[in-house]
């Protein structure tokens, strides 16, 4: 969070990788959230890292894959700059052996010289995922992501069990908003497993996420 600019609204980046879509579908619900909040917002991905299917023998995941990429083409790609210009940071990426995937690692990679600066102090961030399964590992993706956030003097802000939505039978992950997507990594069919309730959920992290921005900005604009 900047120390010297408090005015103006406050400014949402989320920042994803999705390989099939889900976490392309979650963090599009955070940005129209964030936009509806009256937030000044960016969506960025972060772009593939192979150029070709991981793999390519799983034909109907690389046709969904490629699929994604297409849909995704306009979303612009993320920069560290996103990072530095926001107040509240929203990280997305599925659940990869219960870890982040590697092409956003590779961003927060990338952050070493910004976070070297203290670029990044005071900021409020949180995180979301998508998995295959709902015992494939979402807190450990989540709370890898919020370790970066630990190393980053970030304030975290999770969702929580504080608003009823995240009592919906599809949600209920406390550390962070996380869909089951099961097999759904078929073309034509891309992310339908994201439901309704996660999207609300998403939309409902990040309001609070905003709420406790202003709130922060505010108060160390008081305290100077
Ligand atoms: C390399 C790889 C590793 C994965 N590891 C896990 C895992 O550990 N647990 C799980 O539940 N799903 C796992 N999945 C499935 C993805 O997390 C799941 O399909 C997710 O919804 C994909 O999100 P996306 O469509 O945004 O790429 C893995 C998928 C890939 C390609």
């Not at 103006?8 to 964030?34: D, F, P, R």
């Not at 849909?71 to 052996?97: N, Q």
């Not at 690692?105 to 910004?114: E, G, Q, R, S, V």
């Not at 339908?192 to 921005?213: G, K, S």
């Amino acid at each position: 969070m900047s120390t010297t600019d408090f005015n103006g609204a406050t400014k949402v980046a989320v920042v994803y990788y999705s390989g099939t879509g889900n976490v392309h579908k979650l963090a599009t619900a955070a940005a129209e959230a964030a936009e509806k909040a009256g937030a000044e917002t960016r969506l960025r991905r972060v772009p593939e890292y192979v150029n070709e299917s991981l793999a390519p023998q799983f034909t109907e995941w690389t046709e969904a894959w490629a699929e994604n990429a297409e849909a995704m083409k306009d979303v612009p790609t993320a920069g560290v700059d996103d990072l530095e210009w926001a107040d509240v940071i929203l990280l997305g990426s599925p659940g990869r052996f219960g870890l982040i995937a590697a092409p956003l690692k590779h961003f927060i990679d990338l952050a070493w010289p910004l976070n070297a600066r203290r670029g990044l102090v005071n900021k409020v961030m949180s995180s979301f995922t998508s998995t295959g399964s709902q015992h494939g590992g979402q807190e450990g993706t989540i709370l890898s992501l919020n370790n970066v956030f630990y190393h980053w003097g970030a304030i975290i802000v999770p969702p929580g069990v504080t608003d009823d939505i995240q009592m919906a039978p599809s949600n209920g992950n406390p550390y962070g908003v996380s869909s089951v997507s099961g097999r759904q990594a078929v073309p034509g069919r891309l992310a339908e497993n994201v439901t309704e309730d996660n999207l609300a959920a998403l939309a409902y992290q990040t309001r609070r996420m905003i709420e406790i921005a202003t709130a922060l900005r505010h108060g160390f604009a008081a305290a100077r």
